[in-house]
């Protein structure tokens, strides 16, 4: 059944009936004016995001699956960049009226897999049909005891990556050469045929990003961020909210083998993928030299410059690319 | 400029600029992850709701001013349709790359406005581009002692409103009117030329809704909604939601005389815009009988039938229309 035919009040009706919440901490929840929520004697955060249609995803290359779980998992990463507990959960919904079930069964199924992963509750949102194209956002409440503040990295600092970067622009640009016919004949090495395993965990983090536990880091992080937009550019937002600079070596960058193997077959630089692909959802954060953590050093904070030094040990200043919209 | 040459990072500033805080229970604010805010030992608040071009906005009829105010003023309404306090915003924006800085600065105009009318502050949002049409989101968080919930009414409430109903729909009538050529030159009493000083204030009503105050109705109210989609459809939902039903007065139901000229003047039927206009954001609430209000007495909750008493003292069953997505 499309939209045009169920209708706004069948369409919120499912969601009441599948998002149903049984939290004593949730006073009202879906179906009220607001929701009502239970405070906390923390600090509250407040963060959204949205997704939109032809901007942030093309349904030629993604499931409706995939854009419910994305939509939960890009807030929750801005929620854990704070060091926080992601908790509650509003969905603005603005779809066209030949949206049928089997696509919002299948958001709504990847919507709720990702709740359950970062144990959020759904308490609220609105609806709404559009003329052309199709756009999603959330707003994500959450708590925390301590904020990790973008403004607190020091000179000294170590500067730390949860993981490996660059996955998730490779699997886009994997993306876009698949919904093209793959060039399966030649005979160069940089052309030859990629097998599924290469691809599919590159392709999964473009689709599936899972946003970091920030909970080992935070307790001892000077400043954190989550690298939405690529590295470089996060960085430097860290430098700009924190009056510091930074120098990041290059080599100690974390970047997969199977990213390597497929940027060379696509003609790409996985070191320009690694510090300016966007939408990894790692965390970067900052922290004194004394501190251990289960994280990749790649640099340190600095008084002023921001220096990118190369495996051959000369230095540049790095260029914040990322993308932005309205370029 | 256009967004498309000013660009993201351009448009951040700006707003950053333009909205700077300097209240100390908000410890960051714009430009971090999310925004962290000290928590308040009331219960909190969470709504959100949005503004899609074409759905509910043209920009031939509304400017920007008031796009900017309107999406303001619809969260805070239903922050206050549970007798709460708004405080804070976060303002998701989707703009084409050809939005131009008239049009950036007359939104955030209209924005600033708003928030300032409602003591709420700018804490957070997205901003995205677009291919086609410009959508608009806000998240409103706000504290309440007592939420007044659409759960409490109880057989023998007395059913209030807290202001003349229709006049904005009417006044959205008129606005499509008047994109064509206006009907100047008839002889027939209904289609007589109205007044400016008729039409301008149901036109405002469309165009820039204020939301209403409830601290004077909410600590005695058993149950309470904002009047967004229609008197009927929205006491319904009360209905749905406390159990019961409804009797509702029709010549009780308070029109201006400005929506009866205008109306009778258009041909529609003014008693229908009351009952099944959208987006009066009037308060609708119920109180025990024995309480006194400065709001008007439309009906009473009755234990399960719904009908609407006409001015013969004959009765119907109340339609719940309303405007509704994906109809």
Redesign the interface.
């Known amino acids: 059944m499309k939209?045009?035919e169920?209708?706004?009040?069948s369409?919120l009706k499912r969601i009441r009936e599948r998002f149903s919440i049984c939290s004593k901490e949730v006073?009202?929840g879906i179906?009220?004016?607001?929701?009502?929520?239970?405070?906390?004697?923390?600090?509250?955060?407040?963060?959204?995001?949205?997704m939109?249609?032809?901007?942030?995803f093309n349904l030629n290359f993604m499931t409706p699956y995939q854009l419910g779980f994305k939509i939960i998992s890009v807030n929750v990463?801005?929620?854990y960049?704070?060091g926080?507990n992601p908790r509650?959960i509003?969905l603005?919904i603005?779809w066209g009226?030949d949206t049928d079930d089997g696509f919002m069964e299948a958001f709504f199924d990847g919507v709720e897999k990702a709740m359950s992963m970062y144990s959020v509750q759904l308490?609220?949102?609105?609806?709404?049909?559009?003329?052309?194209?199709m756009?999603i956002?959330a707003?994500?409440?959450?708590y925390?005891k301590k904020?990790v503040?973008?403004?607190g990295a020091r000179p000294g600092d170590r500067i730390y990556v949860t993981g490996h970067l660059g996955d998730a622009a490779c699997g886009l640009a994997l993306l876009k050469i698949i919904n093209r016919p793959l060039p399966m004949e030649c005979g160069d090495e940089t052309d030859k045929p990629l097998a599924w395993r290469v691809m599919h965990p590159l392709i999964s983090r473009h689709l599936l990003p899972e946003a970091r536990n920030p909970n080992q880091y935070s307790p001892r992080a000077t400043s954190?961020?989550?690298i939405s937009d690529g590295l470089f550019i996060d960085l430097s937002r860290i430098c700009d909210?924190s009056g510091v600079g930074a120098r990041v070596c290059l080599g100690q960058v974390p970047i997969s083998p199977q990213m390597k193997k497929a940027a060379y077959a696509l003609g790409l630089d996985p070191y320009a993928l690694a510090t300016s692909g966007g939408e990894d959802y790692e965390l970067l954060f900052t922290a004194p030299p004394q501190e251990k953590f289960d994280a990749l050093c790649i640099g340190e904070i600095a008084p002023s410059e921001r220096v990118v030094v190369y495996l051959d040990k000369s230095e540049k200043p790095f260029s914040v690319e990322g993308y932005?919209?309205?370029?």
Request: charged share 20%.
């Open positions: 939209l045009s169920r209708g706004e009040l369409l006073v009202a179906g009220d004016d607001s929701a009502v929520v239970m405070p906390d004697n923390q600090y509250l955060l407040l963060t959204t995001d949205m939109v249609e032809g901007i942030h990463s801005d929620i960049a704070m926080g509650f509003l603005d603005a009226g308490i609220g949102g609105d609806l709404s049909s559009t003329q052309s194209g756009a956002s707003a994500l409440i959450g925390v904020p503040l973008r403004s954190m961020i989550d909210e932005r919209h309205w370029h």
